[in-house]
């Protein structure tokens, strides 16, 4: 009779202890997390590359468009009195329109730098008004009105998004339009056009209008300068976002595009129709709205949401593994499991890298279909029974396709989450209620 030394009841208590396999496999687990860790941060290296790309074209094409005016200034000099010295201080009297309306239209389109893609447009837009000049002006200590020195100022964001000439129209007169911006604290970037014989307009309502063709970047934007402003605008991009101070007050989304239409009062503002001031303290551009031609929930986005359910595919399958092992009473090796998560692993990154080239809806196919089928065959010989190996199949599909679902439902993704975890593990405590451990640990 051949009795076991110290040394071979420990190596068998260890090749046959249910709960340290258990530890054994939650440890292998949590040290897969690095390798899944690492595949993140190289999602966030892949999406700044994109970022790049897009702040490199969009620095060529044109940035974010802000359409900003007209607003109306006319020079004031104001002389003091202090200490038997006269100092003359010149201020501006700031007027906006009493009515601002804005009819646009907006052409996306999709330009590539290597293998990133970047939304740009086109957009035209009518824009018209009026201008109310029966402003009181504070006559202490005022010298002179340069109403021969008025000028107008269209707040442009980049200026190099401007294709066309712009012919402004004040009163029925065209007047000549001179690019910069003469109020760059209010206003940082634009152009000017100065007024004549204003002075014989005052107490009038002057009409103005322009057509302005804008090149930008992904997203258009306006200041709500008009005691009423309305903007309308309309776009083949299907996916857009409207952001800002204001939302529309209507709007129509579609597969063919959308149209929108902003009406918004003096009231709805912080700040006046008309002041007197010795610089530009007002920041118009705080009311500013919008829309963003986004893509819809970009590959990157997907992949990273992805590989943060890692844990959860690389826990599951390892407990199917387990499971057989209890079942069928064969042993696996911590080096088979930890072949098997380095594949679930390598699934997050094939499905990065391929969706860089091809639709990510045929990325995860494709990628679930290799990974999926490495794993199965290599099941095959671990298990040792087909039918084991079709419920694997039948899991990690389960898996795969959750986890699909999870990223398209972009608004519900936390309710689809956790509700498909609550039953995974209601499924997991079901078909393992029956299981006695300790007897398996005594066996």
């Not at 100065?194 to 002075?199: C, F, M, R």
């Not at 690389?314 to 387990?322: H, P, Q, R, S």
């Not at 499971?323 to 064969?330: M, Q």
């Not at 389960?398 to 609550?422: E, N, P, R, W």
């Amino acid at each position: 009779m051949n009795v076991e030394n110290p040394f071979e009841r420990l190596n068998n208590w260890m090749r046959n202890s249910v709960m340290l396999k258990l530890i054994t496999i939650a440890i292998l687990t949590l040290l897969l997390l690095i390798p899944a860790s690492m595949i993140e941060s190289t999602i966030k290296e892949r999406e700044g590359l994109n970022m790049q790309a897009i702040e490199e074209v969009s620095a060529i094409w044109a940035r974010e468009q802000q359409l900003n005016g007209p607003v109306l200034a006319i020079p004031l000099i104001y002389e003091y009195k202090e200490e038997d010295k006269v100092k003359t201080i010149t201020k501006h009297l700031f007027i906006l329109p009493e009515n601002l309306v804005i009819d646009g239209s907006i052409s996306p389109e999709k330009l590539h730098r290597g293998i990133y893609e970047i939304v740009v447009y086109k957009s035209s837009m009518s824009v018209g008004g009026s201008f109310k000049l029966d402003q009181e002006i504070d006559q202490t200590n005022l010298k002179e009105i340069q109403f021969d020195k008025a000028f107008l100022t269209i707040g442009i964001s980049d200026m190099r998004g401007i294709k066309n000439n712009i012919a402004f129209t004040w009163g029925g007169h065209l007047l000549g339009v001179e690019p910069g911006s003469r109020i760059g604290q209010m206003i940082r970037s634009g152009v000017s056009i100065d007024i004549p014989d204003l002075g014989t307009q005052m107490g009038s309502e002057v009409d103005f209008s322009f057509d302005l063709e804008l090149h930008g970047s992904q997203n258009l934007s306006y200041v709500p300068i008009g005691s009423k402003t309305d903007v309308r605008i309309e776009s083949e991009w299907s996916s857009p976002s409207f952001n800002g101070n204001f939302l529309p007050a209507s709007r129509e989304v579609t597969e063919e595009g959308f149209k929108a239409y902003w009406s918004i009062l003096e009231l709805n503002r912080n700040y006046p129709q008309s002041w007197i001031a010795p610089d530009q303290p007002h920041a118009l551009e705080s009311s500013a709205f919008g829309v963003d031609l986004l893509l819809p929930m970009d590959d990157y986005q997907k992949s990273m949401r992805s590989a943060k359910y890692a844990i959860m595919t690389i826990a599951l399958t390892f407990l199917v593994f387990f499971l057989v092992e209890i079942i069928t009473k064969r042993r696996i090796h911590p080096f088979q499991y930890v072949l098997v998560g380095l594949a679930l692993c390598l699934f997050y990154v094939l499905l990065v890298s391929i969706s860089e080239q091809l639709n990510f809806n045929l990325a995860y196919l494709i990628s679930m279909l290799g990974i999926v089928s490495m794993v199965v065959l290599y099941s095959l010989s671990v298990f040792r029974k087909q039918i084991l190996s079709m419920v694997l199949v039948t899991v990690l599909l389960g898996i795969y396709g959750f986890l699909f679902v999870t990223l398209q439902l972009t608004d519900y993704a936390l309710l689809m989450g956790s509700v498909g975890l609550t039953l995974i593990l209601a499924a997991t405590m079901y078909f393992t209620r029956n299981i006695d451990w300790y007897k398996l640990n005594r066996e």
